[in-house]
T-cell receptor
Framework: EAQVTQNPRYLITVTGKKLTVTCSQN?????MSWYRQDPGLGLRQIYY???????DKGDVPEGYKVSRKEKRNFPLILESPSPNQTSLYFC??????????????FGPGTRLTVL | DQQVKQNSPSLSVQEGRISILNCDYT??????FLWYKKYPAEGPTFLIS?????DKNEDGRFTVFLNKSAKHLSLHIVPSQPGDSAVYFC????????????????FGQGTILTVHP
């Protein structure tokens, strides 16, 4: 089954304790992205990656890191989480857009609470 | 600066009637518009899209209308079903942003649709 998986689905942590949210896709997609969803703000892009070893900042990259060592995986790293990073996080992937825009496929989300 | 806005946080509709979800945008560079549906505890799933060179796209019960002069798009669901109850996000792509050939997607805040039996 074609899918994007994220782990963990739920996480409660404390300020300053490093954490990693994993993301994996089995569709051989080149493009992967991380979003956070907050009430009244919709989905905002954190980081994206066009391909292996190619990553760049989105709209809200502060406090986050990513890596893309393999095509299928795109982990999101919070080196020193703070309460303002409490949010719902989504990983997404898509093929190269080509002529028409190819929609992004989203993972199920990770609910993160930073105390 | 919210370039894509969904001004109605929620919408309640009776089963069988039409649901109309609205989205306004400010950036005339947007060339593709998409609607995503999101159920609780799941990620958004793609629903329907429209290119800026069209004014209507239909897929079964779902139709998206684009009014470029008004910078407005809407999603019509006819007839509405209880299973359509979800959060709906509109999104727009700027092909010249993001520094890549993918462009950049900007999402609205979302509208919670509730369809009552």
């Amino acid at each position: 089954e074609a899918q994007v998986t994220q782990n963990p689905r739920y996480l409660i942590t404390v300020t300053g304790k490093k954490l990693t949210v994993t993301c994996s896709q089995n569709m051989n997609h080149e493009y992967m992205s991380w979003y956070r969803q907050d009430p009244g703000l919709g989905l905002r892009q954190i980081y994206y990656s066009m391909n292996v070893e190619v990553t760049d900042k989105g709209d809200v990259p502060e406090g986050y890191k990513v890596s893309r060592k393999e095509k299928r995986n795109f982990p999101l790293i919070l080196e020193s989480p703070s309460p303002n990073q409490t949010s719902l996080y989504f990983c997404a992937s898509s093929f190269s857009p080509g002529v028409a825009y190819n929609e992004q496929f989203f993972g199920p989300g990770t609910r993160l609470t930073v105390l | 600066d919210q370039q894509v806005k969904q001004n109605s946080p929620s919408l309640s509709v009776q089963e069988g009637r039409i649901s109309i979800l609205n989205c306004d945008y400010t950036n005339s560079m947007f060339d593709y518009f998409l609607w995503y549906k999101k159920y609780p505890a799941e990620g958004p799933t793609f629903l329907i899209s429209i290119s800026s060179i069209k004014d209507k796209n239909e897929d079964g019960r779902f139709t998206v209308f684009l009014n470029k002069s008004a910078k407005h798009l809407s999603l019509h669901i006819v007839p509405s079903q209880p299973g359509d109850s979800a959060v709906y996000f509109c999104a727009a792509r700027n092909p010249n942003a993001g520094g890549t050939s993918y462009g950049k997607l900007t999402f609205g805040q979302g509208t919670i649709l509730t369809v009552h039996p």
